[in-house]
């Protein structure tokens, strides 16, 4: 969707104006000539091959990017490149100076700042721009100067934690010896900084999107601008016509048996005679240039039939529903089944029956690293794919089979992940640039944009739950009832997994006699749902969670008592009729209580005029966030 | 993505108007914080301009004066200038309250106020505060060779989403507004987190005590997020003005403020927040002022 | 004017695949420089994997975690470990590296047994340095041991391990199953502020305690339960991916909103580290245990702040506002009949 200026036409396709830039990158003069849209990044990244800043997102919103220009940090994802003509520019790759790391590098790796390290460059930048501008900040100024840069890892403890500490090295507070690694504890149960630290915050480990091979092609995917459409036809001519453009693919161009899932295989690398979710993958184009590449994906026609999708997994499920896959009646993709003991005999036994519904939302992973991956042709006739897959045996099976090849003659190389989270675990791509290396005999590199990531990739189940618990007038559970239906989404990813983990756990860790569950994930025409951290019992355990407090509520009793009444012991039977011997979650409820305090009584209790609680505001916790404190102490930001 | 067949880093205000009058068509560019994130799938999508000029270097839209009640800023003042200049923290220290709220470090060093102006998203940070201000927008033109100067207070520039009465080949030159010094000041602020977020609510309020230190000698309250335009509470201002300020009285004229939400989406949350904004401001600005009252309902004093 | 409440969640969490056999395997070799070589599916994925692994190798073996060499995770080079997910990696490559270090340490350990004619139990290595118990001259450095082996006796010290754990799959009508054999038990508390103007939730505290069995890097683990924690704090209060129709509406980070630096709480964490019985190490796991309980502590904590449940996440503000003048209502019933908004 380009609006083109009548002069375009007489550009060639992919082509765009270069611009001269003269700057001093890292204390080195360079002059290059790029293309006339490329921001910062691009220049830095692309042009400059420093790859240690980032593009997490290209829209100014997760601070992976942040570097100086003339002394002032900016998010270089939002400045186009003119504007650093004969201007000073610092990136992460050379703070030190090569004089090894400075200060702050050592501090976020002696705290064990980094995880997945994406991030990591960004903030390094952040905080060196904070401790520039304000040399002694408290906790509260240093969150407020990193407030610009997302962490999903982390949770961004550790990372604050290092700002302090090299604020105390620095202002001399501290020596210098408090950055080093206490080489004296025994190693099993040593809090050793993370090996891999030094190259995440130097930003020299490179992960896909930052690696390049000689020769290399890019490319670009077009993906179904509707939920649910038949293919007609597909038209590549235009775009195979221009120089430069190697290779178009689509599913005609799979050799072997062309689908792939981590417990169903239902879904092709590109879409096959239907799309059955917006952005689903339909064309591939590998280029000489990235530029080029997306032009030539605009210049592919696609003929659509577009069909009435269903967005609705309890619509899905329903007789009359579209049919997303032959093979799934009604949409079910799994229905999985706890049945212990008889719960309608149990309810019969409850003093108190509690109904309520509740629902979790469609979750994205959000990893730093958007999705990237290289893919070359060994001289043995190998297929290799480079790429941050969370499970590349899993994978290395699943391309093998498509691409009809012996498994030996696939390789799956595992990058430096940005974060995976069960994201990264479905071979949404990696398909696509083996077959174009294949046919082109070049290597060919692969980046996601962040919005292609956000609408191709797996998301979190959401899941609506009824829930019906009975108890006794002590607390006690004497039936619980869960039935739990989930949009699983175009296609299975790991539905079935999902729907397994949601119902042996769910429950919870109490000792339940008479337990029911249904979970039901199904097919609906939306983003497919996959793994997540945690998958199936983020959601279900909330609801027993936040039901057990409702409960304890109508019981009038403290939450951890009722829990206290119900919890597994030693011995305990699931519910999935498993016996554990050892169960300590009596254990960590006591422990919890030990280091938070806790003040008995049922929740709400000063809504209901009793007294307030005596556990809040002590210390350890946060002082409540208000902005800008620092403006009334007058100081500079 | 955003490109461009040509893109031009002006360097003087003559070759931004040789530019118009060749490509009148031209997109005028200063911070790039806006334009860049829209180009993107899911907003604009792809978007190719013809002609893109650059402002950032010319210096005749980089100034931060004052003189005597009078304050002026040109369009290239950022967003981090509001906390950093000296000048605009003493003339109009809602600004730098404003500032902390919009975006984060890196995007308040890059955003202008002027592109945040000409921008007019109905979200827009700054424009509450600018209007509690009385600040106007100086534009110029140049027809037959001559420049023209024409100022336009902010209420009647913007004329809603997206959209100003800035003329054709007519750039933002910069902003006239009062100094407000030792004036009481409170900028509010809500979206789903608490940095770098979109606005669902914003306002800004300023005070000036009488003599007497019972009531007020000047009120100003902007809002912003709750409908097409950023707005003055005019009448709300008015009933405020020359009364003996109590609790009571802010908390009746703070519940007046809900009709003036006229949004399209989550209409009931915005009419409840802002009416719990204008009430918060007020009390948090008349304090500052000099003159001492307490919440409705509540027993502690806050600033 | 602000409202504070606690909240207490508790949760459980299976380690490594669900009721699916599992396997992790290795290569080891100790090699010159007395560093060793390990080679299995090693996953990093920010959680500490590799850095743990080093630190169970180096104890093995008797030298420090900066002698150990991890080869790729490449299809081509190393024998599988599988996937990296599902809480699986200390647990399955973690055990599957002792059990590959203790059989290279075996054949070591005989072998300079025979070199020092003492019986191989006698022989300890640690901190780069081998030695027999208490003899004063028949020691050296894992350097050399090494070096001598290889050189004057041919030998190259290589080891393999595997690990497996044994889950049953789940009986299609009623669920019998032993899914897996460990489990991770946790609590958390959280408590929050809630702005009774905005109904803006901030989390000013959350205290955990999960049993993760013995732990090999306490940092790391932290790390996972801070991160977990904050990842938790997002889905209770901020994060959902939406659709209309099928099209994206939250396409970027602009719509989708993630904590920052100022969203997260001050986080306390209590490890209970009794051993797993069942591994070789008595390690367990953390990564998808920590996030359990800390969406239902917060909304606890809500309505026990302000008596409003919410019962659909994200708790975004408008939610919460709406629970909020709800209750009004009831309490003091209002002449004006609005409709709420519900959440988009």
Known sequence: ?637 | MLTYDRYVVASSLAEVFDILDAHPASRILAGATDILPWARYGRAGDVHLASVIDISKIPEFKYIRQSGDDLSFGAMTTIADFQNNAILREHAPVLAQCAVWFADDQIREQATVGGNVVNASPAGDSQPALLALNASVKLIRRENGNILERSIPLGEFIHGPGKTAMLHKELVLGFECDSMRACGSAYEKVGHRRSLVISTVCLAVIAKAASDKHSLADIRIGIGAVGPVPKRLVDLEKALIGKEITSELVHQIAEQASEFVNSRSRHEYRREVLVNFVERGIISAINQSGITVVRFGEEQIYV | ?344
Request: glycine share 10%.
């Open chain 1, 1 to 637: 969707m380009s609006k083109l200026h009548s002069s375009m036409s007489d550009k060639k396709i992919g082509e765009h104006p270069l611009v001269e830039i003269t700057a001093t990158v890292n204390g080195r003069m360079v002059s290059r000539s790029v293309p006339n849209h490329y921001r910062l990044i691009d220049f830095v990244r692309e042009e400059l091959h420093l790859t240690g800043n980032k593009e997490g997102c290209g829209a100014g919103e997760c601070g992976t990017c942040s570097m100086f220009v003339d002394g002032v940090l900016v998010k270089s994802c939002l400045m186009p490149v003119q504007k650093i003509m004969n201007a000073t520019v610092e990136t992460v790759d050379d703070l030190d100076r090569d004089a090894g790391r400075t200060v702050l590098q050592q501090a976020f790796h002696k705290c064990g700042s980094s995880q997945c390290g994406y991030c990591i460059p960004g903030m390094v930048m952040a905080a060196t721009s904070l401790l520039r501008k304000m040399p002694n900040p408290d906790r509260e100024q240093i969150k407020e100067g990193l407030g610009g840069n997302i962490c999903r890892c982390t949770g961004y403890q550790k990372i604050i934690d290092a700002v302090e500490l090299a604020r105390d090295v620095i202002n001399k507070k501290i020596p210098d010896s408090s950055l080093e690694e206490n080489l004296l504890e025994p190693v099993m149960g040593a809090r050793t900084p993370r090996l891999d630290a030094p190259g995440k915050v130097t930003g020299s480990v490179k992960y896909a999107a930052d690696m390049v091979l000689p020769n290399m092609l890019h490319m670009s995917v077009l993906r179904s601008p509707h939920a649910y459409a038949k293919i007609v036809s597909i038209d590549a001519s235009a775009a195979l016509v221009i120089p430069g453009v190697e290779v178009v693919l689509t599913s005609a161009d799979v050799p072997g048996i062309d689908n792939f899932g981590v417990f169903i295989e239902d879904q092709p690398i590109m879409a096959r005679d239907y799309v059955r979710y917006t952005g689903e993958a339909v064309a591939a184009v590998a280029a000489e240039t990235l530029d080029l590449a997306i032009a030539a994906t605009k210049l592919i026609k696609v003929e659509y039939e577009v069909l009435d999708g269903v967005f609705d997994p309890h619509l899905a499920i329903k007789d009359g529903a579209p049919q997303l896959h032959d093979f799934a009646k009604n949409n079910i993709t799994k229905h999985t089944k706890i049945r212990k003991g008889d719960v309608e005999e149990g309810f019969k036994q409850a003093d108190l029956i509690v109904e309520e519904t509740y629902q979790t939302a469609k979750i994205e992973h959000a990893y730093l690293e958007p999705e990237a991956g290289l893919a070359y042709v060994e001289s043995d006739g190998c297929v290799t794919v480079h790429s941050p897959s969370q499970n590349i045996t899993h994978h290395r099976h699943a391309l093998a089979k498509i691409l009809g090849r012996p498994i030996n003659k696939v390789r799956m190389i595992m990058s430096t992940v940005g974060g995976g989270f069960g994201g990264k675990e479905d071979m949404i791509y990696q398909g696509m640039l083996a077959l174009a290396a294949i046919k082109s005999r070049r290597p060919v590199r692969y980046v996601f944009t962040r919005e292609e990531s956000f609408i191709a990739s797996a998301k979190r189940h959401p899941f609506s739950i009824q829930y019906k618990m009975g108890l006794k007038k002590n607390g006690k559970i004497v039936a619980t009832k869960m039935v739990m239906i989930s949009d699983g989404g175009a296609y299975a990813m790991s539905t079935p997994g999902v729907m397994n983990k949601s119902a042996i756990l769910g429950p919870g860790p109490y000792q339940l006699e008479n337990v029911w569950v249904d979970a039901i994930g199904v097919y609906t025409n939306n983003t497919p749902s996959g793994a997540m951290r945690a998958f199936g019992a983020f959601q279900s355990e909330f609801a027993t969670e936040a039901h057990l407090d409702l409960c304890a509520e109508k019981l009038k009793m403290d939450p951890i008592q009722l829990r206290m009444m119900n919890l597994m012991r030693d011995g305990a039977t699931t519910h999935t009729r498993q016996k554990i011997d050892r169960v300590l979650a009596v254990d960590c409820l006591n422990a919890v209580v030990d280091l938070a305090g806790w003040d008995q009584g049922a929740p709400n209790r000063h809504g209901s005029g009793k007294e307030s609680r005596k556990d809040i505001g002590q210390s350890g916790i946060r002082q409540s966030c208000t902005l800008g404190t620092h403006l009334k102490q007058g100081e500079k930001v």
């Open chain 3, 1 to 344: 004017m602000k409202k504070r409440g606690r909240g207490v969640a508790c949760g459980w969490y299976g380690i490594a695949r669900t009721a699916a056999m599992d396997r992790a395997a290795v290569w080891v070799e100790l090699d010159d420089g007395g560093t060793v070589k390990i080679a299995t599916g090693v996953t990093e994925i920010g959680e500490g994997i590799l850095t743990g692994l080093c630190q169970i190798a180096a104890h093995e073996m008797g030298v420090r975690p900066d002698d150990i060499v991890l080869a790729d995770n490449d299809t081509a080079r190393v024998p599988e470990a599988a996937h990296a997910g599902a809480t699986r990696m200390t647990y399955m490559i973690g055990n599957a590296v002792a059990i590959g270090c203790r059989e290279a340490m075996f054949k070591f350990k005989k072998a300079m047994g025979d070199y020092w004619g003492v019986d191989p139990n006698s022989i300890h290595a640690e901190n780069r340095e081998v030695w027999v118990e208490n003899s004063p001259t028949m020691k050296m450095s894992m350097a050399e041991a090494t070096h001598h082996l290889k050189k004057d006796k041919g030998i190259v010290i290589v080891g393999s391990g595997l690990f497996t754990s044994a889950h049953t799959p789940l009986n299609p009508d009623n669920g019998e199953a032993t899914p897996w054999q460990s489990y991770v038990f946790g609590a958390q508390i959280a408590e929050v502020e809630v702005d009774l103007d905005t109904g803006e939730v901030q989390v000013l505290g959350v205290w955990a305690a999960h049993d993760v069995g013995k732990v090999v890097n306490p940092q790391q683990v932290e790390g996972q339960i801070e991160g977990g924690i904050v990842m938790g704090v997002g889905h209770a209060l901020m994060e959902e991916y939406t659709q209309h129709q099928g099209q994206v509406t939250t396409p970027g980070f602009a719509k989708y909103i993630l904590p920052t630096t100022l969203d997260i709480p001050n986080i306390h964490s209590v490890l209970l580290t009794e051993p797993d019985p069942k591994t070789p190490l008595g390690v367990k796991g953390i990564g998808e245990p920590c996030i359990t309980p800390t969406a239902p502590a917060i909304i606890n904590a809500i309505y026990d702040a302000v008596g409003v449940r919410i019962t659909s996440l994200p708790a975004t503000p408008e939610k919460v506002l709406a629970g909020i003048l709800k209750q009004k209502r009831v309490i003091k019933p209002k002449v004006e009949q609005e409709e709420f908004v519900t959440a988009e």
